[in-house]
Structure formats: structure tokens, C-alpha cells
T-cell receptor, first 117, second 112 residues
């Protein structure tokens, strides 16, 4: 049973370009979470999605960032017009349960490391 | 406003001794507390958790203690092994669709 798959593992972009990060959850998991880790910081929640729905995007910056989890295919985190401050590790996690059944046990991917030049 | 705090960025322990990692929280609505372990260039992996209605949970060499009145929890690893060297994140969650909240992590080095 494959784990959470993220790609690309490393991505280099110049300022102003777009970055697209993809995440395929574990088989049978319909809940996807994106977290960002800045250097020397903990993991900061960005967005929580279920298939075709955004459940909680309270951690997403208001501009340039968007996320989706379509009916078919991986979840995508999209960053438009990247700036140097977007350089970070972006982790995707999945779980088989959400809402009141979510006890916090998430399965994380290995992360996508974005570097903005 | 940090709801989960790990005040020690790093900890060094000799192999075979006990490692104690500490975590404080501010939100009394948290229902579950968890510890995640992270190696470099990998994603975090779940290690152990505790419900807010308990004060201790043990799994092999790992024990988590919860002191709700002090809003404090700790992870004990005994005996510590070199393979335990990693960054340990404390995390907490409330029931419902609220997100899992992480501390900044403590880097544990177990010296042989």
C-alpha cells in the first residue's frame, strides 16, 4: 500500500513564476491536508480538503495561493507569482477520517521543497 | 499566537539514558495530543498520542504524560537509541474540522 506521494520533491522557480505541487493521498484516504514548513519553524497548517471540497482554508495566504482536490487525480497546491518568502518545504498529509472522527493521526508525504530564486 | 509550544530547540542525550521532551499548550479545548518524529528530508511520522481524558499512554520505549492542569505534556524515551535522533514535533487537535496544530519541534541527538 503506497504511502502519500508528493511531486516534485524539489522545485526551483524564479520570482513571478508559478509553482504547482501535487499530492496523491494514501489509498482509501479522502481527507487531504497541506502544511508548510519554513526554515527553523514548525509545520503551519494551510488547507484541508476532501474530494472536490475545501473544508478549511484558514491557513492559506489570501492571495496567490490556491488548492484543489478534484474528483479524479491528485490534490494540487498552486502558488502564483512566487516570491522569495514562499521558499519552504510543503508537506501533504492524508487521513481516512475527518471531522469529529479525526484524532490527529495523519500520514505525511516526504514533502516538496520549493526554492524561489 | 502559538497554541503549542516547544521551548527547547534541541536536546542531547547519551545512548541508554532517558530522553524527556516537553510541550506546553494554551488551548484547553484540545482533545488529542500527539508526537510526530521527523528525519531530515522526510515527512513527519506519527509516533504516539494521548486523549485528553487520560494522563499517560505507553508504547514500548515511548511514554507520553499529560498534565491538563498545567497544560503540559512530555514524551519520555527510555532507553534512548542513536536511531531516535530526529526532530520531534508536539501537536494537538480539537474535535471537529479544526486542523492539527504543531509546535516548532525539538531536535534530539542521541550520542553513542
Amino acid at each position: 500500500n503506497a504511502g502519500v506521494m508528493q511531486n516534485p520533491r524539489h522545485l526551483v522557480r524564479r520570482r513571478g513564476q508559478e509553482a504547482r505541487l501535487r499530492c496523491s493521498p494514501m489509498k482509501g484516504h479522502s481527507h487531504v491536508y497541506w502544511y508548510r514548513q519554513l526554515p527553523e519553524e514548525g509545520l503551519k497548517f494551510m488547507v484541508y480538503l476532501q474530494k472536490e471540497n475545501i473544508i478549511d482554508e484558514s491557513g492559506m495566504p489570501k492571495e496567490r495561493f490556491s488548492a484543489e482536490f478534484p474528483k479524479e487525480g491528485p490534490s494540487i497546491l498552486r502558488i502564483q507569482q512566487v516570491v522569495r518568502g514562499d521558499s519552504a518545504a510543503y508537506f501533504c498529509a492524508s487521513s481516512p477520517r475527518g471531522g469529529t472522527a479525526n484524532t490527529g493521526e495523519l500520514f505525511f508525504g516526504e514533502g516538496s521543497r520549493l526554492t524561489v530564486l | 499566537d502559538q497554541q503549542v509550544k516547544q521551548n527547547s530547540p534541541s536536546l542531547s542525550v547519551q545512548e541508554g539514558r532517558i530522553s524527556i521532551l516537553n510541550c506546553d499548550y494554551t488551548n484547553s479545548m484540545f482533545d488529542y495530543f500527539l508526537w510526530y518524529k521527523k528525519y531530515p528530508a522526510e515527512g513527519p511520522t506519527f509516533l504516539i498520542s494521548i486523549s485528553s481524558i487520560k494522563d499517560k499512554n505507553e508504547d514500548g520505549r515511548f511514554t507520553v504524560f499529560l498534565n491538563k492542569s498545567a497544560k503540559h505534556l512530555s514524551l519520555h524515551i527510555v532507553p534512548s537509541q542513536p536511531g531516535d535522533s530526529a526532530v520531534y514535533f508536539c501537536a494537538a487537535i480539537s474535535s471537529g474540522n479544526t486542523p492539527l496544530v504543531f509546535g516548532k519541534g525539538t531536535r534530539l541527538s542521541v550520542i553513542a
